[in-house]
């Protein structure tokens, strides 16, 4: 029986080590992990960086994972390769999906105020986007939060923003947790519910996460 492949993505800033808690049937995947290449440019389109993401992958119509912007990332990214599924994490579907004060920042532009070096230390301000930080988490933080780029940070934030997406893929598995903050759930449709799940239950309910995956992508 051949393995299917499955390529993760990470969320905004984070590494790979996010999904190291993921267990799934060695014997029916192959997992594969990617990290954020830094942008060409702050202006350059993520369609075009989607398509450089997509030379890392080596394998024919795979799975494609993706956490919080990494979830946006890998619908891009299936619009230039065949996915067999395309799974959101903590995530959203579309520009529909994001609150209403994440588009206030948009509108506003303010987020071309944060200063380089606020980004790039972002893991000591992340209690202020996220809310469900806890400080007996900081050395762990640091360690998934490695990404302090600020050309890659201040490219992040703003596609984020400006997603032009206005309706969900098809052959899309979304899972969400019923507490995420950034993403919160009232706006988001058709998705698998993680009860008390946080934006950054890839790492406090993985075991929930894998159970899922496993159900949903048995027979691709």
């Known amino acids: 029986m051949s393995k299917t492949a499955i390529y993760f993505v990470p969320g905004m800033a984070a590494n790979s080590k996010i999904y190291e808690r993921i267990r799934l049937d060695k014997n029916r995947y192959t997992l594969h992990f990617l990290e954020w290449e830094i942008p060409l440019s702050r202006d350059e389109s993520i369609s075009d960086y989607a398509k450089r993401m997509c030379e890392k992958i080596t394998h024919n119509n795979p799975v494609l994972v993706g956490v919080s912007f990494g979830g946006v990332l890998v619908q891009e990214m299936s619009k230039h390769i065949t996915a067999r599924k395309i799974v959101l994490i903590s995530s959203i579907k579309s520009n529909q999906e994001l609150p209403?004060?994440?588009?206030?920042?948009q509108i506003t532009k303010v987020y071309k105020l944060f200063p380089a070096r606020f980004l790039e230390n972002l893991e000591s301000?992340?209690?202020?986007f996220l809310n469900d930080y806890q400080q007996k988490k900081a050395d762990a933080y640091k360690k998934y939060m490695?990404?302090?780029?600020?050309?890659?940070?201040?490219?992040a934030i703003y596609n984020i923003l400006h997603w032009q997406q206005q309706k969900p893929l098809n052959n899309t598995l979304h899972i969400h947790?019923?507490?995420?903050?950034?993403?919160?759930?009232?706006?988001?449709?058709d998705c698998i519910e993680i009860e008390g799940g946080t934006h950054i239950m890839i790492?406090?309910?993985?075991?929930?996460?894998?159970k899922i995956l496993e159900e949903n992508l048995t027979g691709l």
Request: charged share 25%; aromatic share 10%.
């Open 100 to 105: 209403k004060r994440l588009k206030l920042v």
């Open 125 to 128: 301000h992340i209690s202020y």
């Open 146 to 155: 490695s990404v302090r780029n600020p050309d890659y940070l201040h490219w």
């Open 177 to 189: 947790g019923t507490n995420d903050r950034v993403f919160p759930i009232k706006h988001i449709k």
């Open 203 to 210: 790492l406090s309910k993985t075991s929930i996460i894998s």
